[in-house]
């Protein structure tokens, strides 16, 4: 297959001084620590509020069909917002944007402390940003990402994203924790409910302001380079696709960012069919595993799975990061497969064990490559639109999944749904893109 865009997206000869180009600055030695902190303290903010966010609305008047409906809105909302702003972010300025994104979250937290009114609520949810699941979300992370490539020379990329993957695996258990202990504590020390959980959601927004001050320090180097003009003999293709291409923000990078969008896509649906919840309640319903079991069970495991991140940057320098994603991912699906015909707990535990601690080094080294193969001037579009394309993927799948489960004999069929089509991911990622190299393998 034809390289789309040598070293790391540009034209040959043009992304060399650009990649990398301001690694080693004093501009990069103060963006890099400033993007993990961060990364941290909003990671922090997602914890906190999500613990005590249910309990909030029923606590406001909410009944199961609205707070249902505020929680869908929530995340569809926070969709949207983030693909509006990791399309723009290249374009109309990174730093602008992430101020943006911290002006919604302290808005949303806002309206949250103050507000009962479902409709109030309602629209701070859909428009503001706020993690209901203590997750990732908004357009932070793909432009973060885009930046830290921005700063750091391209050897260097893989092991800052472990490192930054790494850095906010504890932060939503802490801000959880802080979260329930704060409301705990205010009803014990005589505050009703609802005010408890105001107080929590002004914590939430407080923090969105923090947000904005660090965002404010980040500097000039951490914006995209100016996009060069397509080529005469595109210039034809890119008129007919402007539209399109505006709208994305991207250009010379569209066809390569669709492909692993649509890869990407395929791999979060099967992920959907044994998200955690789900492969929790398989665990209680197949072996009797208690909640607080299944609660060390799955810390456990993602703690493997947060510590393997820190192998998969050695790995990828010996092999690459198409062939890291693949050697890794390939045998912890089969793992998967495996997960639900063993016949004791220990057993099926020993194996998901072993699945976790290497199902995850594909994570930074699969940021790593779509931010290393795109131009450099459309990273925080293209981490916008394949995380975007991850998201749908993994929205859709626990539609198919819940049936199964509850069923006693197709409980296991999902496992082997998502083993299988995730063998599948892996086999095509292979195909399409082993000799699209990044600009350190090229």
């Not at 966010?53 to 929530?74: F, I, N, S």
Request: glycine share 10%.
């Amino acid at each position: 297959m034809r390289r789309p865009f040598t070293n790391g997206g540009a034209p040959d000869g043009a992304a060399g001084a650009r990649e990398g180009g301001s690694a080693g600055s004093p501009a990069s030695r103060r963006d890099v620590p400033l993007l993990f902190a961060t990364r941290a303290v909003r990671l922090f903010a997602y914890g906190l509020v999500s613990v005590v966010l249910v309990l909030h609305l029923a606590a406001a008047g909410l009944d199961q069909r609205k707070a249902g409906l505020l929680l869908t809105l929530t995340l569809a909302g926070d969709t949207v917002i983030s693909l509006f702003i990791t399309t723009h972010a290249d374009r109309g300025g990174r730093r602008r944007m992430l101020l943006a994104g911290s002006l919604l979250m302290a808005a949303a937290g806002a309206v949250f402390a103050t507000a009962s009114s479902f409709w109030a609520l309602l629209a701070a949810a859909t428009a503001g940003i706020i993690s209901p699941s203590g997750n990732e979300v908004g357009p932070f992370l793909a432009i973060e990402q885009a930046a830290l490539a921005q700063e750091l020379p391209a050897e260097r990329r893989t092991g800052a994203f472990a490192w930054y993957q790494l850095t906010g695996a504890g932060a939503p258990a802490l801000g959880s924790l802080c979260g329930g202990a704060l409301a705990e504590g205010l009803q014990r020390a005589g505050w009703a409910p609802l005010a408890s959980y105001r107080a929590v959601s002004a914590g939430y927004g407080a923090l969105g302001a923090v947000l904005l001050v660090l965002f404010t320090r980040l500097s000039p180097a951490a914006e995209a380079p100016a996009a060069p003009p397509p080529a005469a003999a595109g210039a034809a293709r890119e008129k007919g696709a402007g539209m399109f291409a505006d709208f994305l923000g991207l250009h010379r990078s569209r066809a390569v960012v669709l492909r692993l969008s649509a890869l990407f896509s395929l791999d979060a649906f099967a992920g959907g069919f044994v998200v955690q919840s789900f492969a929790a309640w398989w665990f209680h319903e197949r072996f009797g595993a208690s909640p607080a079991l299944l609660g060390s069970i799955f810390f456990g495991a993602n703690i493997l799975a947060g510590l393997s991140a820190l192998a998969a940057a050695p790995l990828a320098r010996r092999i690459g990061l198409v062939n890291t994603m693949v050697a890794t991912h390939l045998p912890s699906n089969v793992l998967l497969l495996l997960v639900p015909l063993m016949p004791t707990l220990p057993l099926a535990v020993a194996v998901l064990f072993l699945r976790f601690s290497i199902s995850q080094m594909d994570v930074p080294t699969r940021q790593s490559y779509t931010i290393a193969v795109v131009d450099p001037g459309e990273r925080s579009a293209a981490a916008g639109v394949t995380g975007i394309a991850r998201t749908v993927g993994s929205s859709l799948s626990p539609l198919a999944a819940g049936p199964l489960y509850a069923v006693p004999a197709l409980s296991g069929v999902p496992f082997a749904i998502a083993g299988l089509l995730k063998i599948v991911y892996d086999l095509a990622l292979w195909r399409m893109f082993r000799k699209v190299k990044p600009p350190e393998e090229a």
